[in-house]
């Protein structure tokens, strides 16, 4: 009787059901865990990825409120002519430019510098009197956006309306209609003050858990606060910080009610008008009634597209993988 | 055993009837949305329904539950609030607006036609005839006119007092500019004397305002535009245009309008000092200011018993078309294609379409009259501010039912805003414009 010997088919069979087996075997110990991701995964497609695909529709059709429907298979397509629109549009660079400058300013004086700035002199001072300093500072963000813009108009109006310009009289100079003659620093001081308070947050609680031992033994060696501050602090906060820009960029780039609110994009020709603005304008308001859904859409369109160039460029040049892979500060 | 059967007998009859007359007064439910200054005396538009309701109900012999939201928010959130409310199959019963949102509205199919139920109401026999223009759209109509208005020029009898002006050079004012005699020439080197004399400050000589609306087509109107054609298709003039941007770039280089006019704050800046009497000469404004004014801006100091003897009313002046005008935006009651009850809604609007009803809308808030008999009534010929505007809508314009006029708008403003504010030359807003309207319209408007 001679042995029956195994062929080559057999062999790959055999191989086939091992990697079977085994991919069973992980699919069925990952099963938890993609259970445990389910709520969060459906929560991302429904509200994240469902309304970005839905945009990207919209945006290829021509609907506004006269032809206006909610079955999609209705809206006329009219394929990239809303993005012609758009880019021989004459004020879109401008618009653009805008938003660049918008996001730049802000984030780099108020968004990241001031927050450090607050939470490092509220960390160094006596811890109370810290929290209430840091509690004032989140004021603006807790601030119903209208009445928070109300306060800040009643600040800038012209004589004799406005606070500001109260105290000019009394002081002998010269009143001004701030919102018209400094619009670009209200919009920006407005929407920085804001700001503040993510940033803060983010470093106070990063500062907060620096270990105490790297702080005394900088005291033992003789450091001054602002040795302490340069060579231990600031280094520590490297990662919080490139979250902070991170986060606060995408977050710049969307946000307009304040600037809605403020100046309506004006005064004059789209003088502080920023891209999300545009999109608003275009699709959800308009005071002679007929929104422009379609054209509006394209605009949100081109700021997902940026958004997620910017993430990526971000996670890429920050290595944000190194960022979520481990927690740095207890490390040390 | 009889007495027994009787008892019951009774009792069922008794709760056949009572059920019976239940199912009479079927109760129905109607929401009703107006935008509103309640403020400023406007709160007639939804709370008249309010009035009207058991003659309504008695009439159709039904109980009404009657939803009034009055909201005086931002139009083009108030606009936008009523697609988005049909689109999530909840858009009132009756929603007012302005006639303009009949174009895009009746195209997408959010309100209905009403045309046909018209004849069952003889109070929309008592509608000022020209008014049912303005409530179509391809030819059907669509809305049933709420109120009108007139958008004049407010002066300031103080100030012109103090320029050296008669009471009678004042009072016939109004008169002279009907007659084209005082033309926006006139009142633009009135108001550079005022400065020169020290009467006003440099920039307070005349304001406009500040942001976009239908107050510009006046100048438009006034420099010979044509706003459509024949066949209904927009037309964009460029002379007439031209002439506007060039009139409003002149007005902050000689100093008559301060320079940062356009964005100036309503609320903040331009009410108060307008209605003061004692800071700006010449005015452009709408009749229903004088309402907020007397009733918010100066209520401490009189309200109407101040504004009377210190601010007159006049015409949009003549501008080379050579004829004084104004503009009327009638607002409208429209009924919801999602409305259940259309026949009910349209029963409360005719209740409300009366003199009684929309005199005391037209005397709280300074709108003028849509009904024959209610400009004819004793309490509208009686009040002093009405009595001098209505004459207005004899010289009024309009806007179109065309669902591309915000397009057109949008582009004039960009031009008025470059022009005015200095940025571009005339002619270099004028270039703008066109090309923001081609890039967005292409051929569905005609250039001229």
Redesign the interface.
């Known amino acids: 009787m001679t042995q029956p010997t195994t062929t080559l088919d057999d062999q790959f069979t055999a191989a086939e059901s091992r990697t079977r087996r085994s991919r069973k075997k992980s699919l069925s110990s990952n099963m938890a865990a993609y259970g445990f991701l389910a709520p969060a995964g459906f929560l991302v497609i429904t509200f994240f990825l469902v309304p970005v695909v839905i945009i990207f529709y919209l945006s290829m059709t021509n609907l506004?409120?006269?032809?206006?429907?909610?079955d999609l298979s209705a809206m006329q397509f009219v394929g990239l002519e809303n993005f012609r629109?758009l880019f021989?549009?004459?004020?879109a660079a401008k618009i653009f430019f805008n938003t660049v400058f918008y996001v730049l300013v802000t984030l780099s004086l108020f968004n990241v510098t001031l927050a450090l700035i607050v939470s490092l002199l509220s960390t160094h001072i006596e811890r109370r009197a810290g929290f209430a300093f840091r509690a004032i500072w989140i004021l603006p963000r807790i601030t119903a956006a209208t009445v928070y813009i109300m306060l800040w108009?009643?600040l800038a109006?012209?004589a004799p309306?406005g606070i500001i310009n109260q105290v000019n009289t009394l002081l002998g100079q010269t009143t001004y209609?701030y919102?018209?003659?400094r619009p670009w620093e209200f919009v920006i001081v407005v929407n920085g003050f804001i700001g503040v308070s993510f940033g803060m947050i983010i470093f106070t609680s990063a500062i907060e858990s620096i270990p105490k031992d790297l702080l005394n033994a900088s005291l033992v060696d003789g450091s001054t606060i602002l040795q302490r501050i340069r060579y231990v602090i600031l280094p520590l906060l490297r990662w919080p910080l490139l979250f902070v820009v991170t986060y606060q960029t995408l977050s710049l780039l969307t946000s307009f009610e304040q600037i809605l609110l403020l100046?309506?994009g004006?005064?004059?020709?789209y003088a502080t008008e920023v891209w999300s603005l545009t999109a608003y304008h275009r699709a959800?308001?308009?005071?002679?009634?007929?929104?422009q859904w379609g054209?509006g859409s394209a605009f949100a369109v081109v700021l997902v597209i940026i958004g997620v160039v910017l993430a990526v460029i971000y996670m890429r040049v920050f290595r944000f993988n190194e960022l979520v892979a481990e927690p740095k500060i207890e490390v040390l | 055993m009889n007495r027994r059967w009787s008892v019951v007998l009774i009792i069922s009859l008794f709760l056949i009837s009572v059920f019976g007359v239940a199912q009479a007064q079927e109760t129905i439910p109607v929401t009703i949305r107006c935008k509103a200054n309640v403020q400023g005396g406007e709160g007639w538009r939804c709370d008249n329904f309010a009035e009207v309701e058991s003659q309504v109900e008695a009439d159709l012999g039904v109980t009404l539950d009657l939803t009034l939201i009055q909201d005086d928010i931002d139009w083009g959130d108030y606009k936008q609030e009523f697609v988005l409310a049909s689109e999530a199959n909840e858009a009132p019963d009756i929603i007012l607006s302005g006639h303009e949102d009949i174009g895009a509205w009746a195209a997408s199919g959010l309100i209905i036609p009403i045309e046909d139920k018209l004849a069952d109401y003889p109070q929309f026999e008592d509608v000022v005839p020209n008014l049912w223009e303005s409530m179509k759209y391809q030819g059907l109509i669509y809305g049933v006119p709420q109120d009108a208005e007139a958008r004049p020029i407010f002066y300031s009898k103080l100030l012109l007092r103090d320029l050296g002006w008669s009471e009678e050079d004042i009072d016939s004012l109004p008169q002279r500019v009907a007659d084209g005699e005082y033309t926006f020439a006139d009142m633009l080197a009135t108001a550079q004397e005022a400065i020169d004399a020290g009467v006003i400050e440099e920039g307070n000589g005349y304001w406009h305002r500040g942001s976009n609306g239908f107050d510009w087509l006046m100048y438009y109107f006034g420099e010979g535009g044509q706003i459509t054609d024949e066949q209904g298709n927009l037309v964009w003039d460029s002379a007439a245009i031209l002439k506007v941007y060039e009139l409003l770039a002149s007005l902050p280089e000689t100093g008559v309008t301060r320079p940062d006019m356009i964005g100036l704050s309503g609320s903040e800046v331009w009410h108060p000092a307008v209605a003061s009497a004692d800071q700006v000469l010449f005015a452009q404004g709408g009749t229903w200011n004088w309402g907020s004014w007397a009733k918010q801006y100066v209520a401490d100091r009189g309200g109407n018993d101040y504004l009377l003897p210190n601010i007159g009313l006049m015409l949009f002046p003549a501008l080379d078309a050579g004829t004084a005008l104004t503009l009327t935006h009638p607002l409208v009651y429209m009924v919801s294609s999602q409305s259940e009850n259309p026949d009910v809604a349209m029963a409360l609007i005719a209740a409300v379409t009366t003199p009684d009803a929309n005199n005391r809308h037209a005397i709280d808030s300074f709108h003028l009259g849509i009904l024959k008999s209610q400009v004819e009534s004793e309490a509208y010929k009686n009040d002093p501010v009405l009595s001098n505007a209505h004459y207005m809508l004899d010289y009024t314009t309009g806007a179109p039912n065309n669902p591309d006029l915000p397009a057109w708008q949008n582009a004039y403003w960009v031009g008025i805003q470059a022009a005015e504010t200095g940025a571009n030359t005339p002619q270099e807003a004028l270039d703008l414009a066109t090309a923001q309207l081609k890039n967005e319209m292409g051929d569905k408007v005609i250039y001229k």
């Open positions: 506004s409120t006269s032809n206006f429907t909610t629109i021989n549009d004459q004020f108009r009643r109006v012209e309306y209609n919102l018209d003659a100046t309506d004006g005064p004059g020709l959800l308001s308009n005071y002679f009634g007929n929104a054209y």
